[in-house]
């Protein structure tokens, strides 16, 4: 199974690219993360918030593995903590589907992403950089399977 982070968003600070890389490294061979970045549109021309992520969201779907998992992170999402996420990786771990997780621009995700998801999963109240949640999100998914194999990396 792969975990796949799908965000809009590119040229991000060397940091990002360093703090998700560490995570990403960690993971074992049979759960790694991938992460595809979208390039966002540009917002010239007049260009309305709707009409911006109805053109991101066809750049989203494009990078979509057929009959993968899809999981949207949404300020209206499930609230998780590291363990319920851990319960939730299992579960997804046992019939092998591919997740991706989609990270939206900066207007969000399409409602038609949402809808389609098979959940959405909030990781803050608060408003973060696209690129920080990256970092944020794979620290989790490391967290998760260090919690589902007793490794000491998450402490009660």
Same mark, same amino acid.
């Given at each position: 199974?792969?975990?796949?982070?799908?965000?809009?968003?590119?040229?991000?600070?060397?940091?990002?690219?360093?703090?998700?890389?560490?995570?990403?490294?960690?993971?074992?061979?049979?759960?790694?993360?991938?992460?595809?970045?979208?390039?966002?549109?540009?917002?010239?021309?007049?260009?309305?918030?709707?009409?911006?992520?109805?053109?991101?969201?066809?750049?989203?779907?494009?990078?979509?593995?057929?009959?993968?998992?899809?999981?949207?992170?949404?300020?209206?999402?499930?609230?998780?903590?590291?363990?319920?996420?851990?319960?939730?990786?299992?579960?997804?771990?046992?019939?092998?589907?591919?997740?991706?997780?989609?990270?939206?621009?900066?207007?969000?995700?399409?409602?038609?992403?949402?809808?389609? !998801? +098979?959940? &959405?999963? /909030?990781?803050? @109240?608060? $408003?973060?950089? %696209?690129?920080?949640? #990256? *970092?944020?999100? !794979? +620290?989790? &998914?490391? /967290?998760?399977? @260090?919690? $589902?194999?007793? %490794?000491?990396?998450? #402490? *009660?």
């Amino acid at each position: 199974m792969q975990l796949i982070i799908a965000a809009v968003g590119h040229k991000m600070p060397a940091w990002i690219e360093t703090g998700f890389g560490e995570y990403a490294k960690r993971m074992p061979p049979e759960l790694r993360i991938a992460l595809k970045e979208i390039k966002p549109i540009e917002r010239t021309g007049g260009k309305t918030a709707e009409s911006a992520m109805q053109l991101e969201r066809a750049r989203i779907e494009a990078v979509l593995p057929k009959g993968a998992r899809v999981i949207a992170l949404d300020e209206h999402g499930k609230d998780l903590t590291s363990v319920g996420l851990a319960q939730q990786l299992m579960a997804w771990q046992q019939d092998g589907r591919d997740t991706v997780f989609l990270i939206g621009g900066a207007d969000g995700l399409a409602p038609e992403l949402k809808a389609r !998801a +098979e959940g &959405l999963i /909030r990781v803050s @109240s608060m $408003t973060l950089p %696209h690129g920080m949640v #990256r *970092v944020l999100l !794979a +620290e989790q &998914l490391y /967290r998760a399977w @260090s919690i $589902t194999q007793n %490794h000491p990396y998450h #402490r *009660v």
